[in-house]
């Protein structure tokens, strides 16, 4: 294996993807552990295997195991790359990860909780395995780093013992990718653009010039859009009777993972099995859905003045003709605009940004 191969790793809680890619940023081989904390199982390309995953680390571990069985030694790589939910106000920018970097990564654990710890787990576990070896980060924060302060700020006192409380926005990988890969669908990148991340997670951004001025995920991934598990948008004052009537531990549960489409529909998170059911519930479920992306699409389009297009990207946005239409019809209001459907581009858009981080820094070195 050539030193040309960035390999990028999305790590989370019960999963971990990775996709390698070549020196031309071709993708050419994908391993995903899923199902960990339990039998999961190991896919190689297109092959499935059961395998024990009890937890991160034994996952990571088989990963790469398997990427060793595939020829590909750690130690050859040009770099691994990572994806990280959250840089906070600081990580607004791909980079190479530094002791200094992975600190300000650490210190925003009590802003991704359920995310930036598996992301420390597996920049520490490939530090083991080839200390020398270049990592980077891409964070899904940071490409709502150009929002305004207006858009940004809850109404809180401007006080240090509430800093930090304020919108961040995520999604950011899949919204850099979109800008970059739309105009060659459009052939130009529409001034006021409406992107629609939608998945089990799923957001909107309004992108105005190629840039976030507005996006519906706030100070954590929770808050938004109905989501396969995540509540969403709730009232403040409806998390702080839930939380003296169940606790802060269950309330925290209940609003990440057994809300959003599973706790409407009581059957499923899964869109494709509530498209797929009878169930009156299952139905509800996907008007909540929709008529919530529609309402909250107005707020993105007042946040830029008007709307030239829109875009749907991740699974559902890319698979559900049914969803594109229900949410596209609640803006028949606009009058006639274009409409794109692009595929999901996160993990090249990764090895991509570290690659340019890379360039850059040897530039810099060539340069002193």
């Not at 409380?165 to 006021?192: C, D, E, I, M, N």
């Not at 010039?209 to 948008?233: F, H, I, K, N």
């Not at 707020?299 to 559902?316: N, P």
């Not at 794109?340 to 070195?365: C, F, H, P, W």
């Amino acid at each position: 294996m050539s030193g040309s191969h960035i390999l990028v790793i999305n790590a989370g809680s019960s999963s971990i993807k990775t996709a390698l890619f070549d020196g031309n940023l071709a993708e050419v081989l994908r391993i995903e552990a899923t199902g960990i904390g339990g039998t999961g199982a190991l896919k190689i390309a297109a092959t499935a295997h059961a395998t024990n995953l009890p937890d991160n680390a034994t996952a990571l571990a088989a990963i790469f195991d398997a990427l060793q069985q595939q020829g590909i030694a750690i130690t050859a790589l040009r770099a691994v790359a990572h994806r990280v939910v959250h840089g906070g106000t600081t990580l607004t920018a791909p980079c190479r990860i530094t002791p200094q970097v992975r600190q300000a990564i650490a210190d925003c654990v009590p802003l991704a909780p359920l995310h930036n710890p598996h992301h420390l787990a597996a920049i520490d576990a490939v530090e083991t395995l080839a200390p020398d070896l270049p990592q980077c980060a891409s964070f899904d924060t940071a490409f709502h780093a150009t929002t305004p302060d207006i858009a940004r700020r809850y109404a809180l006192p401007d006080r240090p013992d509430l800093t930090g409380l304020q919108r961040y926005g995520f999604h950011g990988t899949s919204y850099a990718a979109l800008v970059r890969v739309l105009p060659q669908q459009s052939g130009a990148l529409p001034k006021r653009l409406l992107a629609c991340h939608l998945g089990n997670g799923a957001s909107l951004c309004a992108i105005l010039d190629g840039q976030s001025v507005a996006t519906t995920m706030g100070y954590s991934p929770l808050s938004g859009l109905t989501m396969g598990t995540r509540v969403g948008e709730i009232d403040a004052g409806a998390v702080l009777r839930l939380v003296r009537q169940l606790g802060l531990e269950k309330t925290e549960t209940l609003l990440n993972h057994h809300s959003g489409l599973l706790g409407l529909s009581d059957l499923s998170s899964d869109m494709r099995s509530l498209e797929n059911s009878n169930n009156p519930k299952a139905r509800f479920a996907i008007d909540h859905f929709c008529y919530w992306a529609g309402r909250q699409a107005g707020s993105m389009i007042a946040a830029m003045g008007g709307l030239d297009a829109v875009a749907f990207t991740g699974g559902i946005g890319e698979n559900s003709s049914h969803i594109r239409n229900a949410i596209l019809d609640k803006l028949s209001w606009m009058g006639n605009f274009p409409s794109y459907t692009i595929a999901a581009q996160e993990e090249i858009q990764i090895a991509r940004e570290a690659s340019n981080v890379l360039t850059t820094d040897q530039k810099g070195q060539n340069d002193a």
